[in-house]
């Protein structure tokens, strides 16, 4: 069986299979819940657990796709932005593949969100205002977007507006739900950016057009 979201690499952009970098992202477990789940009248309420990715966020399976995209187009370095989880993940699969991760992210990122991505080596620029000044984020944005494009760096940053192509790893967690047997009737999905979101929409949009399930 082919490791992480690699079991899906047809319905994922294209990656040549000597290039597709895994640390064992997804295939996380459905548990069911025992007590929220009642406490609602929900029988069948179960959680996935995205926190058992390897670096503990569901933005591993983001990083897997984006830094192999990397490797697939030639590139050496991956640039973007972290408030904490994203870095600690981009940093981590980059390192897997020997790419150098340079990451802009606040003055004041708390130790625990820091230290993984100097743990993997990244390339960490702290900037003052950052995340609380719209003026300083939009020039830090122009920045990386700057330095992406003058040094054909791979632009990975956890959103379909920066990174589409990477963004479509969110959908496995909708073809792990299905391939788990569970016909949901909805799910759940905590929403900041929207990403998440998103992606698993588009998920189920691909296996509702398969049809491997019968509506949305």
């Given at each position: 069986?082919?490791?992480?979201?690699?079991?899906?690499a047809d319905r994922l952009p294209a990656v040549g299979a000597?290039?597709?970098?895994?640390?064992?992202?997804?295939?996380?477990?459905?548990?069911?819940?025992?007590?929220?789940?009642?406490?609602?009248?929900?029988?069948?309420?179960y959680f996935k657990l995205e926190s058992l990715n390897p670096?503990?966020?569901?933005?591993?399976?983001?990083?897997?796709?984006?830094?192999?995209?990397?490797?697939?187009?030639?590139?050496?370095?991956?640039?973007?932005?972290?408030?904490?989880?994203?870095?600690?993940?981009?940093?981590?699969?980059?390192?897997?593949?020997?790419?150098?991760?340079?990451?802009?992210?606040?003055?004041?990122?708390?130790?625990?969100?820091?230290?993984?991505?100097?743990?993997?080596?990244?390339?960490?620029?702290?900037?003052?205002?950052?995340?609380?000044?719209?003026?300083?984020?939009?020039?830090?944005?122009?920045?990386?977007?700057?330095?992406?494009?003058?040094?054909?760096?791979?632009?990975?940053?956890?959103?379909?507006?920066?990174?589409?192509?990477?963004?479509?790893?969110?959908?496995?967690?909708?073809?792990?739900?299905?391939?788990?047997?569970?016909?949901?009737?909805?799910?759940?999905?905590?929403?900041?950016?929207?990403?998440?979101?998103?992606?698993?929409?588009?998920?189920?949009?691909?296996?509702?057009?398969?049809?491997?399930?019968?509506?949305?």
């Open positions: 069986m082919l490791s992480g979201i690699w079991a899906y000597d290039r597709r970098i895994t640390l064992g992202e997804g295939r996380t477990p459905l548990v069911k819940s025992r007590r929220i789940g009642p406490e609602l009248g929900l029988k069948n309420l670096t503990g966020s569901y933005k591993d399976r983001i990083a897997a796709l984006g830094v192999s995209l990397a490797l697939e187009r030639g590139r050496k370095t991956c640039v973007g932005t972290t408030s904490g989880n994203a870095g600690s993940s981009i940093a981590a699969y980059c390192a897997r593949a020997g790419l150098t991760y340079r990451v802009y992210v606040q003055e004041n990122i708390v130790a625990p969100k820091l230290e993984p991505m100097l743990v993997h080596g990244a390339d960490v620029v702290k900037v003052e205002g950052f995340g609380f000044r719209p003026d300083v984020g939009d020039k830090v944005f122009q920045a990386v977007l700057a330095q992406a494009r003058e040094n054909d760096w791979e632009l990975l940053v956890t959103a379909y507006a920066y990174a589409p192509e990477a963004m479509e790893a969110v959908k496995t967690i909708a073809y792990e739900i299905a391939d788990a047997g569970a016909a949901a009737d909805a799910v759940f999905v905590p929403v900041g950016g929207g990403g998440l979101l998103t992606g698993i929409f588009r998920g189920y949009g691909d296996l509702l057009a398969e049809g491997a399930i019968d509506a949305l």
